[in-house]
C-alpha cells in the first residue's frame, strides 16, 4: 500500500499506478490519489473546515473551488454542524469520517483506506460503510485493508486474503466463501459423543475451542443426523458461512502480533 502511494521504496520487480512507475513518476500519482490513513493525522489547530481548505493548497486547488468542495464533502459526509468544531472536539468516528472527507479534496480516481472504521462504533462503522459504497457505486476505486471480515465482505468486489506477507487466495468474497466454507456451518458443543458420531458418520469438523464446527453444502442433514441418528443432547446449531471461517480456516486460529 506505501509503495502505491508512492511512501516507501519499490523492494522489486515492477509496480505502475496509472500506468505510471511509482519510481519516475511520484508526483503525477500522488496528485491522482486520496490517502486515509489508519492514524489520525487531522491538524488539531483547524476547524473540521480549515482542515479540508488547508489540505486542498497542496494540490493547488484555486480557492473558491476548494471552498465549494469542502462545503459539499462535509455535508456528503455529515459533518455539517461541526463544520467550526475545533478537531479536540470531534469524536473518533467524526474524525474517521472527517479524514475521508479530507482524501476526497482533490476528486481522487483511487482511494487507499488503510483500516477506514477501526475502533468505530456499530453506527460510525455503517455510515462510514454507506459512503464508501455510494463512492463505488459513483465509479470510484478503492483499495483497503481491513481486519474486519464483514467489512471486507460487505464492500470489496475484489479481496486477497494475506498471511505473513504471502498472498494465500484472490478472488470474489462469494466464491471465496463457496469454495473454502461451503454454504453453511453447522456448530454443535465439543464433547466425547459428538466428537464419535461425526467421525462415525464420515463427516469432516474443524475444532474451534469448545465447539466443534462442520462446513458443509447440507447443513439440515448434518444436523438431523447429530439429533435423530446420535441422539446428541446438546445444541446444534446452523449459521451461514462468511469470510472470517474463511480466513481462519486458511490461517489458522493462533494468535498473530
Not at 465549494?68 to 474524525?95: P, T, Y
Not at 459512503?131 to 468486489?157: F, I, P
Not at 475484489?158 to 461451503?182: N, T, Y
Request: hydrophobic share 40%.
Amino acid at each position: 500500500m506505501k509503495m502505491i502511494q508512492c511512501v516507501s521504496p519499490k523492494t522489486g520487480g515492477t509496480l505502475e499506478v496509472f500506468g505510471m512507475d511509482v519510481d519516475t513518476h511520484q508526483r503525477e500519482i500522488k496528485s491522482r490519489l486520496g490517502v486515509v490513513p489508519q492514524e489520525n493525522n487531522l491538524d488539531p489547530d483547524f476547524s473540521t473546515y480549515r482542515n479540508l481548505l488547508i489540505y486542498a493548497r497542496y494540490f493547488g486547488i484555486p480557492k473558491h473551488e476548494a471552498e465549494q468542495r469542502a462545503e459539499e464533502l462535509l455535508a456528503f459526509m455529515q459533518l455539517e454542524e461541526k463544520r467550526d468544531v475545533l478537531i479536540d472536539k470531534l469524536s473518533g468516528g467524526m474524525k474517521r469520517r472527517l479524514i475521508i472527507a479530507r482524501a476526497l479534496i482533490n476528486a481522487p480516481e483511487l482511494l487507499i483506506l488503510d483500516e477506514p472504521t477501526i475502533g468505530l462504533d456499530p453506527q460510525a462503522r455503517h455510515l462510514i460503510w454507506e459512503k464508501l459504497r455510494s463512492l463505488q457505486a459513483a465509479g470510484n476505486t478503492l483499495v483497503l485493508t481491513t481486519h474486519y471480515l464483514d467489512e471486507a465482505e460487505r464492500l470489496c468486489d475484489r479481496l486477497v486474503i494475506m498471511d505473513q506477507g504471502k498472498i494465500l487466495v484472490e478472488g470474489r468474497p462469494e466464491d471465496l466463501i463457496r469454495e473454502h466454507a461451503g454454504s453453511d456451518v453447522v456448530e454443535v458443543e465439543r464433547t466425547q459423543k459428538a466428537t464419535a458420531c461425526l467421525t462415525g458418520l464420515g463427516v469432516t469438523y474443524d475444532v474451534a475451542g469448545d465447539l466443534l464446527q462442520v462446513f458443509t453444502d447440507r447443513p439440515h442433514d448434518v444436523a438431523r443426523e447429530l439429533l435423530e441418528v446420535c441422539r446428541h443432547e446438546a445444541a446444534v446449531t446452523v449459521r451461514p458461512a462468511t469470510l472470517e471461517d474463511v480466513f481462519l480456516r486458511l490461517t489458522g486460529r493462533s494468535l498473530r502480533e
